[in-house]
């Protein structure tokens, strides 16, 4: 769940785990018990804000005499229901995967289907005081409408008093960008294989005018066999073929030149992005330094030459240069270019069969299990009022 639609992202995410004792939220169609949670959040800190309950009206602005909802939730109506749609369920939380930029995601066992969940947990009024409801919404109705091997596919969401949850099933192996810290450099058999899931996934979301926005390492996951999910819908936006748009948003490192000059710009942006992230994987640095805006950025692309160093192959060099072309309309931007392109010579673009592809390298790699992040880290500034009717245990 990302940033604002006008945000500009930059920085890495912690992606170390820990471990805590398991806690449990009980979820019923009535009420929300987070016994585990609040005794954490009761050792934190607790936001103060209260809920303001409104008067519903109608269009003509008359009171109308149904119960009111308090304000908070009824923002965020019908995007998100009130309880947990699947009914009674209990859910306990064993770690946390990672800070995202609104709240933490958490990884979970639903105890009904014994199955390992990440639960992202979104403050409400981070995401009013952000001004990001918009894009919330929109990113969890293109969750709802995508559907593909190599994106991250939406479980459950629902809502609390003072939270989002979000649900979906859990990757094991962390995302591309801890692989990255740990390896640097990436074969290239490894990165042909990465390269062609993230086409057909950009091809895919392009053809249902979806453009993504936010291709980088860290909003791609890795799954147990060490295939990707692309994630993070924050920033994704409808956007049909041959319509343009101008927001300035993304992460610094990644944003193609268009984008960085406030547009007119389309799907060709996800494509740059893509090029950035195999040439990190590829080369180990990225082709430009960090800025700390997007001017000093645009700057930056606008100066640099992207060349390639010469231990690549001369596919995958010119497969580089062709994405990080600075003209939009000659960047490799279709599924049917890189179906010919040299560097895929003898790969099928063909999710099914790309998922059955081994990719030992990251089976090597991510043998070393990964240690989740210290609870005091996660919940320091959390509560866990998810409706008014908690129920808090006494701490022990
Ligand atoms: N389903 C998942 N399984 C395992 N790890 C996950 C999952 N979802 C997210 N993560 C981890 O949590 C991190 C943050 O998640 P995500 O990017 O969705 O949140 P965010 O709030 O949008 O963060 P940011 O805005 O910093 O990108 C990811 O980089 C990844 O390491």
Redesign the pocket.
């Known amino acids: 769940?990302?940033?604002a639609n006008s945000e500009i992202?930059s920085g890495s995410?912690l992606?170390s785990n820990f471990l805590v004792p398991p806690l449990k939220i009980h979820l019923s169609r009535d009420c929300l018990l987070a016994s585990g949670l609040s005794r954490l959040w009761i050792a934190g800190r607790t936001l103060k804000e209260k809920f303001q309950t409104t008067q519903p009206f109608s269009s003509e602005g008359e009171k109308t005499t149904e119960r009111p909802l308090p304000q908070y939730i009824s923002l965020f109506l019908p995007e998100f229901p009130l309880w947990q749609p699947v009914g009674q369920q209990e859910l306990k939380i064993l770690g946390c995967?990672?800070k995202?930029?609104?709240g933490p995601?958490l990884k979970v066992l639903d105890c009904t289907e014994q199955k390992i969940f990440?639960l992202?947990v979104l403050p409400k009024v981070e995401i009013l005081r952000r001004n990001t409801l918009k894009q919330c919404k929109e990113e969890v109705s293109i969750q709802r409408q995508v559907k593909h091997p190599f994106i991250?596919c939406l479980g459950n969401s629902w809502q609390g008093q003072q939270h989002l949850f979000i649900m979906?099933?859990?990757?094991s192996f962390?995302?591309l960008y801890s692989l990255w810290t740990s390896s640097k450099r990436i074969d290239e058999d490894t990165l042909r294989i990465f390269a062609a899931e993230l086409i057909t996934v950009l091809a895919y979301l392009h053809d249902l005018g979806i453009v993504h926005r936010d291709v980088k390492m860290?909003?791609i996951?890795l799954d147990e066999r060490g295939h990707l999910k692309l994630?993070?819908f924050?920033l994704a936006k409808h956007l049909s073929f041959g319509e343009r748009t101008y927001t300035i948003c993304g992460t610094l490192q990644y944003m193609a030149p268009e984008v960085l000059s406030g547009g007119p710009y389309s799907h060709a942006a996800d494509w740059w992005s893509l090029g950035v992230l195999l040439f990190v994987l590829s080369t180990g640095e990225f082709p430009v330094s960090p800025e700390k805006d997007h001017m000093g950025m645009l700057e930056s692309v606008n100066q640099a030459t992207y060349d390639v160093p010469t231990c690549l192959s001369q596919g995958l060099s010119h497969l580089l240069k062709e994405l990080l072309c600075k003209v939009p309309k000659q960047r490799l931007r279709y599924l049917h270019q890189f179906k010919s392109h040299r560097f895929f010579r003898g790969i099928a673009f063909d999710p099914l069969l790309l998922q059955k592809c081994p990719v030992e390298f990251v089976m090597m790699m991510r043998k070393a299990e990964i240690t989740d992040l210290p609870a005091s880290d996660i919940f320091e500034d959390f509560d866990c009022e998810l409706t008014g009717n908690v129920h808090f245990p006494c701490p022990a």
Request: proline content about 4%; overall charge negative; charged content about 20%.
């Open positions: 769940m990302g940033a992202k995410p992606t995967v990672a995202g930029s609104l995601v990440a992202k991250q979906c099933s859990y990757c962390g995302d860290e909003n996951l994630s993070d924050g």
